[in-house]
């Protein structure tokens, strides 16, 4: 079953906001704050509420841009709908949380050997402001964190909205 995910970069000062990430998919590696979306909530909201959950900082400003949809398959189904958000404004503090722990990285330092195989072919586009649509194929079974990435197909300048 496919579910509708968020992911969101917060940039500041050439510095990205990540977590490492200390439960569920992705356990010990770094990414950006986010997760499922909820019944009844947009993705932007998502994207907001994840955010705040995760770090405790509020993103909700006209800012908050969408940077991309990925979309994971494992074993060749589809299994996340993530969709990629970036923003350069932000209010209140980054804290951690039970499911995460917030760590500011130089725009030039992103730990892509600590996080999902993927990152280092859209994260830095995305980084840099660009927008982009991509799908990563992972093989293996379950859970799609214990895969193989094998193969993956991206486009780059995508409009969205
Ligand atoms: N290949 C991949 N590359 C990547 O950068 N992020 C990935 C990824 N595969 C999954 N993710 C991200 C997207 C999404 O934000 C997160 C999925 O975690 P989920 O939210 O589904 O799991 P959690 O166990 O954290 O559940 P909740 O926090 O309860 O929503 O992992």
Redesign the pocket.
């Known amino acids: 079953m496919m ?1 509708e ?3 969101c970069f917060v940039v500041s000062d050439d510095e990205v906001l990540l977590i490492e ?1 200390r ?4 356990e010990g590696w770094y ?2 704050p ?3 979306r909820e019944a009844g909530e947009t993705i932007r909201e998502c994207a907001i509420r ?1 955010v705040r959950e995760e770090v405790g900082i509020d993103v909700d400003t006209p800012a908050l841009s969408k940077a991309g949809e ?1 979309t ?1 398959r494992l074993d060749g189904d589809p299994q ?1 709908h ?1 969709h990629v958000f970036r923003t350069d404004r932000f209010d209140g503090e980054p804290r951690p949380s039970e ?1 995460a722990r917030p760590e500011w990285f130089p725009l030039d330092e992103v730990p892509y050997d600590q ?5 280092h072919l859209w ?1 830095p586009g995305v980084l840099q402001g660009r927008t982009v649509e991509g799908r ?1 194929d ?1 093989e293996g079974g379950e859970p ?2 214990d895969a193989d ?1 094998v193969d993956h197909d991206l486009e780059w300048e995508i409009a969205f909205e």
């Not at 439960?23 to 992705?26: D, N, Q």
């Not at 996080?115 to 990152?119: P, R």
Request: net charge negative; hydrophobic share 40%.
């Open positions: 579910y995910g968020t992911l990430k439960r569920g998919l992705g990414n950006g986010g997760g499922k994840e990925l994971f996340i993530c499911e996080m999902w195989d993927d990152d994260l990563f992972f799609l964190d990435f």
